[in-house]
């Protein structure tokens, strides 16, 4: 039988102390319904006493949100606690969050104070919040850096004082995976009434190991995980919803599930990005960008082939559409085709073939390849049987430079070459190119468009030509748009009788 991991969402409280993440009022009670909708056991709302916002925040989510239970955070004060408890006069389940730090570090150089002290305080806190609510949770603050013999000493003692929820912080991110687990399994075999509380797991990814020390502190009977939206939070950030979520629903071995509807995890996430300007990077594990992303060839191929050969988490999943094969040099045919046939083009083993020759020839100029590039390749497959083709283009121009362009093409099997100037250099080589031919035009429009955006990004060029009376079309894109306007002058004048 599976066992309940409650998830403590901690995104309002410690993900917002990230330094320009400030959310005001309205928008943290747009990211507490997102965590409602998601399934949170627990929204950890602020830190009332901290501010006249954080308090105002506290009492607007708190009549916003009604099924987790919403916690406010305060130090071992007395008046921490009591403006806690006002702050969530008006929530349905509320919680104090309450504690203060254990470890050697923190007795003597925050608190300047001794063990024995720290155990009273701890205890009263504790009371004192319990006149308030019936569930109180303490924080061992730096937990992953305390003794566990004196650790247990503390928790036993804020258990019997009345703590639900006992919060075990690796507050630094120190603690290695194994050692973090057995601080945990310590607790559960040596506090003699910890069947009377939850252990809570609050880690820090200052050591890239916050998930990891998270799993492992559930793994050794640890039923609550403190979170955040997309790892954020202090310095190197929190332990991420996200990964925890999906790691237990992945691992179906453990026996452990959560409430968390995972199809609204990316949209969680974008949201929590959007509100706080702090986007997500793009290899972030389940919500990054490339997270469900292949460019390489022989992935693309296995991914094509089945999906699990590369992928253990179904993108669905997680509510992003499908896996996203990203077209570079490195992409084989197999992944090129599939994403023609997805914009509607089936080719012949021989187009196929010579699309492909161009798709590479373009990969290699740019990062990715796009759907709008696709579509200009696919309209060049007439290009190459026309009597007028572009094989040099070369431009010398600049700020005290005469525009200067020479241009040489294959016209009916002859090799022809010419250099002009003009007024820029798009004009030198329009100037090189009426040398060639032998037949007046007049050009008559003249349009350039970006397809995308971004410096690598093709440009697409549109020609019309006047030629004894008649209207010709040329078209052309390339990422150098010099280039692509004399293509399409050359793709408008080969059509010319």
Do not use: W
Request: aromatic share 6%.
């Amino acid at each position: 039988m599976e066992e309940k991991v409650q998830i403590f969402d901690t995104t309002l409280r410690d993900g917002e102390q990230v330094p320009g993440c400030q959310l005001n009022t309205v928008e943290k009670i747009e990211v507490a319904k997102a965590l409602e909708s998601l399934g949170v056991d627990v929204i950890e709302a602020g830190f009332p006493v901290s501010s006249p916002g954080d308090f105002n925040s506290v009492v607007e989510i708190s009549k916003a949100v009604t099924t987790p239970v919403i916690c406010g955070l305060t130090r071992a004060v007395k008046e921490d606690i009591e403006v806690a408890a006002e702050a969530l006069k008006y929530a349905k389940r509320k919680r104090i969050h309450t504690g203060i730090g254990t470890s050697f570090y923190h007795i003597t150089y925050k608190l300047n104070s001794n063990q024995d002290e720290i155990v009273e305080r701890a205890v009263e806190s504790v009371k004192y919040a319990k006149k308030f609510v019936e569930d109180v949770e303490f924080y061992a603050e730096d937990a992953g850096r305390t003794e566990n013999e004196y650790l247990a000493r503390v928790i036993e003692a804020v258990i019997k004082a009345g703590a639900t929820v006992v919060n075990i912080p690796d507050t630094t991110g120190y603690c290695l995976p194994e050692e973090f687990g057995k601080k945990i399994l310590y607790l559960k075999e040596n506090v003699k009434n910890i069947d009377k509380a939850i252990i809570s797991t609050h880690c820090h990814n200052d050591l890239g190991m916050a998930t990891a020390n998270t799993i492992s502190g559930v793994i050794n009977g640890a039923r609550q995980v403190e979170v955040t939206i997309n790892g954020i939070g202090e310095r190197a950030g929190n332990t991420s919803l996200e990964e925890v979520v999906m790691i237990l629903r992945n691992h179906s071995d453990l026996k452990l599930r959560t409430d968390i509807n995972s199809k609204k995890i990316y949209s969680t996430s974008r949201l929590v990005s959007s509100l706080m300007n702090m986007p997500v990077q793009p290899n972030k594990a389940i919500v990054g960008r490339n997270a469900f992303a292949h460019s390489s060839g022989i992935h693309q191929d296995g991914v094509l082939k089945n999906r699990e050969n590369y992928e253990i988490i179904d993108p669905a999943d997680v509510g992003v559409n499908q896996s996203s094969i990203i077209l570079t040099a490195r992409s084989g045919r197999a992944a090129l085709r599939h994403r023609l046939e997805i914009l509607g083009y089936t080719l012949s083993k021989e187009d196929l073939d010579r699309t492909y020759k161009n798709f590479l020839a373009l990969a290699d100029k740019k990062k990715d390849v796009r759907d709008e590039d696709l579509e200009i390749l696919l309209g060049s497959f007439n290009k190459e049987d026309r009597n007028m083709k572009l094989e040099l283009l070369q431009v010398v121009c600049g700020m005290s430079t005469i525009p200067t362009a020479t241009v040489r093409i294959r016209s009916n099997g002859d090799v022809l070459t010419a250099t002009g100037s003009g007024n820029g250099p798009i004009d030198a080589a329009f100037s090189a190119v009426k040398q060639l031919i032998k037949r007046k035009v007049r050009l008559e429009e003249f349009l350039i468009q970006a397809i995308t955006q971004g410096s690598d990004d093709m440009g697409k060029v549109h020609i019309q030509v006047e030629s004894r009376g008649k209207i010709y079309y040329g078209f052309s894109a390339n990422v150098d748009i010099i280039t692509a306007s004399v293509e399409a002058f050359l793709d408008a004048l080969s059509k010319i009788g």
